[in-house]
């Protein structure tokens, strides 16, 4: 149980890490390169880090606590790329879509934290996914959240 429960501090720490090394992407990216395209995707630094908090604000933040309280919740689909389409404004400051990701990871991280072993073994069931704990959905999280920072990682400035 002790390898259990420091994997899931490892985990915790790297969500809380990665809102870390975006402050610092933030910090340190020329205005210049925010709306260029880094990759085959097409997709800006800005388009990333807005997107990275539209799924902490309509997935992740809503989603987790759902698993808690309702037993084997049936969590939605979100369709990123239509809600991007809709919603990616380009002139919104990088700086404040930071802080608002920032806010929102914080928040989840303090409820994680509080969790129970049993809490984390809790299941949800999703459309795509299929059954999962808590636990993998935080996973999941992880796995997109460094996927996005790896993307940003590889802009030569920074």
């Known amino acids: ?11 915790l ?4 890490g990665v ?4 402050e610092r992407i933030v910090a340190k990216l020329p205005v210049r390169k925010w709306h260029q395209p ?17 799924l902490e ?4 933040n809503p989603q987790l606590p759902c698993i808690l309280l309702k037993d084997t919740p049936n969590l939605p689909v979100f369709d990123d790329e239509s809600w991007m389409a809709k919603h990616y404004c380009q002139d919104e400051p990088a700086a404040a879509i930071l802080e608002e990701l920032r806010q929102l990871r914080m928040h989840e991280l303090e ?3 509080s969790l129970s072993p049993a809490g984390w073994s809790r299941l949800a069931r999703h459309p795509w996914w299929g059954l999962h704990t808590l636990q993998w959905w ?21």
């Open 1 to 11: 149980m002790e390898e259990l429960n420091a994997y899931r501090t490892d985990l």
């Open 13 to 16: 720490e790297a969500l809380e």
């Open 19 to 22: 809102v870390h090394e975006l």
């Open 38 to 54: 880094i990759n085959h995707s097409g997709h800006s630094p800005h388009y990333i880090l807005f997107h990275l908090r539209a």
């Open 57 to 60: 604000l309509h997935v992740f």
């Open 111 to 113: 409820w994680l934290r």
């Open 138 to 158: 935080v996973e999941l999280q992880a796995d997109y959240s460094n996927a996005h920072l790896r993307e940003l990682s590889a802009i030569k400035e920074v």
